[in-house]
């Protein structure tokens, strides 16, 4: 317990910081009891233009309580304040606009409360009888100052007090609007693509769906951890975990995934993205639909296809490829995308057995107004072994956009090649392969790759068989014009979609 001196000393102290407070408030001031390390030593309140605010949560073993004030600057966005939202099963935060109104205690969401009284001047109720009476004896006089200065601010605090409530209406309770308490990933993001923003949910929502997600099994490795299902609302959701390293890769892929008019069936389904800070490091989350068939490369090692299912497959990966390098103009237009890194690993496969390309962590946007990439292309440009003959020898012209997308097409046909090896075409079908397996090492260098793409000018071995089979024909036609050495003269995914679609009807293909 505090020397009853030292008490007095300080509740005095703070009681003449008070009084100067009063005297030099400015109008439009409010006051907040506050706890962080921002306010000064000797006091428990802040003042602000914003709001106060109170938060509580569960560390694991502990509640935490923070009050604090939020500037008016930082009340983002409108009518539902970041600062001012709380987690389900997380946090607890509630907002309000009257002197001091943050003195409550929430409850705990994990732990159950215990009462703890905040705010105040005083270390709440341990103190004796003889601190209490200092304590009172202490501080009487300036009571009563304060008093008829607090009638004096009352009148003029309640004008400003309704006026900002008209101006911001953020009652936490608001949250409803936006994403009621049934709400599956579903309506969150049919509401979405109606409502016309075609980007993403709002950040506040994705926080608030990443941070009630609970974690099942991991279903991938990659290059930056590790791919989780988790659980959402009685619905499966993939979350990538990237590592605070990482940041920038995270960021990257976040900010490429909510691209305007991006959303496409045949392009994995964003869903959030959250950056969690647990005290000791920061865990980087990327939230999107499950596909529970994994990845093509996983399902082709698992199953063979019949022709009917080669061409959905093909065509469905075509379709989205198009759609990402496509670039529709308008106000609610999306730049051109090149992926840089398709590979069957990074092609997901989903229920109805189309694709859904994924892993948009390297991908480049095109400005076409100026004729520039949004990014400076890094030096790690994808997977080697799929890398593209003038990607291998350095010989891709990185100011020119077209390149990219060029790159992609080769890329996409030796897909195609491991997709029509496991076509199960009278009988026959082909054991699955990675392209070039049989002609470099397992983790090939890009000396290796330079040597039989670029030298050699080798490519995967088209059987001379499926000449007898229309489809698979057809299929290694496709492959032999994405696979040309010079970009330029390479298919578009547009024309291949084209092709596909022609052959889906030729086949009788129903795209379900
Ligand atoms: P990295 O950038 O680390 O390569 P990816 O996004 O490519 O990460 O994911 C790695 C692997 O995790 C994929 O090859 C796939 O097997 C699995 N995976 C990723 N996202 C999903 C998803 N949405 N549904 C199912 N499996 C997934
Ligand atoms: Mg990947």
Redesign the pocket.
């Known amino acids: 317990m505090a020397h009853p001196r030292m008490s007095l000393a300080a509740v005095l102290v703070q009681a003449v910081v008070l009084v100067q407070a009063v005297l030099y408030r400015s109008c439009e001031a409010l006051w907040c009891n506050c706890t962080t390390p921002r306010c000064q030593k000797t006091v428990s309140w802040c003042e602000t233009d914003g709001a106060c605010m109170t938060s509580t949560f569960s560390d694991g073993s502990h509640e935490q309580r923070i009050r604090a004030c939020i500037a008016r600057d930082s009340l983002e966005p409108p009518g539902q304040p970041f600062y001012c939202l709380g987690a389900e099963g997380f946090l607890n935060t509630h907002c309000c606009y009257t002197d001091y109104c943050n003195s409550i205690d929430l409850k705990t969401p994990s732990v159950t409360s215990t009462s703890e009284r905040g705010g105040g001047y005083g270390p709440g109720g341990s103190w004796g009888l003889v601190e209490l009476a200092a304590v009172i004896a202490g501080p009487l006089l300036l009571l009563c100052l304060l008093l008829s200065v607090g009638v004096f601010l009352y009148h003029h605090q309640q004008r400003v007090y309704n006026s900002r409530q008209r101006l911001q209406a953020e009652d936490p309770s608001c949250e409803h609007l936006y994403m009621a308490k049934d709400s599956s990933l579903q309506d969150l993001l049919y509401d979405l693509s109606t409502s016309g923003s075609g980007s993403g949910l709002p950040l506040f929502v994705q926080r608030t769906v990443a941070r009630t997600i609970v974690l099942q099994e991991v279903i ?1 490795k ?2 930056y951890g590790e791919v989780w299902r988790g659980r959402w609302r009685g619905g499966d959701v993939a979350v990538k975990i990237f590592s605070s390293r990482e940041e920038r890769s995270w960021f990257r892929e976040a900010e490429i995934y909510q691209t305007v008019m991006l959303r496409h069936e045949n392009i994995l389904g964003f869903v959030a993205a959250d950056n969690k800070d647990n005290g000791t490091w920061t865990q980087l989350w990327l939230v999107s639909d499950y596909h529970e068939y994994g ?1 093509l490369f996983d399902y082709l090692n698992r199953y063979s296809v019949t022709t009917e299912g080669m061409i959905k497959l093909a065509l469905s990966a075509a379709n989205g490829l198009a759609h990402l390098h496509m670039e529709i103009l308008g106000t609610q237009g999306k730049p051109g995308i090149a992926h840089r ?1 398709l ?1 069957s ?2 092609i997901l496969v989903r229920k109805n057995c189309t694709c859904a390309i ?2 948009l ?1 390297l991908a480049v946007r095109h400005d076409s107004a100026t004729d520039t990439i949004d990014i400076a292309p890094n030096q790690r440009a994808g ?1 080697k072994r799929y890398m593209a003959p003038e990607v291998l020898d350095e010989t891709i012209n990185m100011r020119h956009f077209e390149s990219f997308k060029c790159a992609d097409i080769y890329a996409l046909g030796l897909i195609y090649w491991e997709i029509a090896r496991r076509c199960n075409s009278g009988g026959i079908h082909e054991e699955y392969q990675l392209p070039y397996d049989d002609l470099v090492p397992s983790d090939p260098t890009i000396d290796d790759m330079r040597r039989v793409v670029c030298e050699q000018k080798l490519r995967p071995n088209i059987p001379n068989w499926w000449q007898s089979d229309e489809t698979l024909r057809v299929m290694g036609k496709i492959m032999r014009e994405c696979w040309y050495a010079n970009g330029a003269a390479r298919l578009t995914a547009l024309r291949i979609k084209k092709t596909l679609s022609q052959l889906s009807i030729q086949e009788d293909v129903k795209v379900c």
């Open positions: 991938g990659g290059r990845s890194d590979k690993k990074n994924a892993d962590g997977t």
